[in-house]
């Protein structure tokens, strides 16, 4: 269950209600943000009679639920969660998309690809500064000098951006540059990273685990808000599969399954999930039709020479055909994209 303590309760409240949630053998874990609320867990599985709380001072709200992720499910809120990220609210209207190659590679590929995908709408800028690599001899990004190029990218064209935690003792490095840090595939499941990271207010984009069920995924999530960070955008990237005609199988059912679950914004990544640039276009379309709150797609200026990732890039043609297809989809679905006047502008 999940209490929502009232604005005003007092201390001597909030520790009556966890009181009585021990004494009935219930375990208690507080959560501060956005508002106080308490996750009541019941041990022993459903033996346990639920506590009644109702009428205790200082409670607003018990919402009953056996879900694996309180916090994240649909019961705690039925509004939709918007994540504000300096005014790019995704989760709302607007199908947000986020654009840039899959690492920060230099300063002339990354600022001539912020430039090109802002002016034909996107609204954050990604890039690798730390990159996961199968190979320890791949490229593994430029580190912290990729961080100061994905900033001085956003002093130049007002993106927001968004790159990737790797190494839990680069948090606050990574935090300095990023407006939002990206957890990766490889990184779902790495619970120590989660809860340090959620322990700041930065808005965090998590990555679905390759192998990782929805539930495992939301689980994810509940890790971050339990550590009292709200602000969490979820990301399908695919999941493996049995055939080699695409690297991973992008899983599009989970978009409507996340949004009757929980209340998160979910935004789909079509390039890791393909690993064909061929396919994006499509997929894209597919993402927003099916109810996506925005997109993540790998552009590069010249794809057959991008350091990684490459065959799965698009080219600044390719993206701004998908966004004035996306701009023309949009209208009848309710949705808005930043990509008004796209296709003259990219004339
Ligand atoms: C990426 O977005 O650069 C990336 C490595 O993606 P994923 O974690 O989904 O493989
Ligand atoms: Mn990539």
Same mark, same amino acid.
């Given at each position: 269950?999940?209490?929502?303590? $009232? ?72 509004? $939709? ?233 698009? $080219? ?32």
């Amino acid at each position: 269950m999940t209490i929502l303590v $009232n604005s005003s309760a007092s201390r001597q409240q909030i520790r009556r209600i966890l009181d009585v949630l021990h004494k009935n053998g219930w375990e208690s874990f507080v959560v501060h943000e956005p508002t106080t609320r308490i996750v009541g867990v019941n041990p022993k599985h459903g033996v346990l009679q639920a506590p009644c709380l109702d009428g205790l001072p200082g409670v607003e709200r018990v919402i009953h639920t056996s879900s694996q992720f309180p916090l994240a499910s649909r019961e705690a809120s039925p509004e $939709n969660t918007v994540v504000d990220i300096d005014g790019v609210r995704v989760g709302g209207r607007e199908f947000v998309v986020v654009a840039g190659p899959c690492a920060v590679e230099s300063e002339e590929v990354l600022i001539e690809t912020a430039r090109a995908v802002k002016k034909l709408g996107a609204r954050i800028l990604r890039g690798g500064a730390f990159k996961p690599r199968s190979s320890p001899y791949a490229f593994q990004g430029l580190g912290k000098q990729g961080l100061k190029l994905l900033s001085k990218a956003r002093d130049l064209t007002g993106l927001k951006i968004c790159t990737e935690l790797l190494d839990p003792g680069n948090l606050a490095m990574v935090c300095d540059h990023a407006d939002i840090v990206q957890i990766g595939s490889r990184n779902m499941t790495n619970f120590a990273l989660l809860k340090k990271i959620g322990k700041l207010k930065k808005p965090i984009l998590l990555k679905r685990g390759m192998s990782a069920k929805v539930s495992e995924f939301l689980m994810a999530a509940e890790y971050l808000l339990a550590a009292g960070n709200p602000n969490v955008i979820l990301c399908e990237r695919g999941v493996v599969g049995f055939d080699q005609a695409t690297r991973n199988i992008l899983d599009l059912a989970c978009v409507p399954i996340v949004k009757t679950l929980s209340h998160l914004p979910i935004i789909v990544d079509p390039s890791h999930a393909t690993g064909y640039r061929e396919y994006i276009a499509p997929l894209s379309r597919a993402a927003l039709a099916v109810g996506a709150d925005g997109l993540l797609v790998e552009v590069h200026p010249r794809p057959a020479h991008a350091l990684c990732d490459g065959r799965q890039s698009i $080219n600044f043609a390719q993206f701004g055909e998908i966004m004035a297809q996306l701009s023309a989809l949009a209208k009848p679905l309710g949705k808005t994209v930043n990509a008004d006047g796209a296709r003259t502008r990219a004339r």
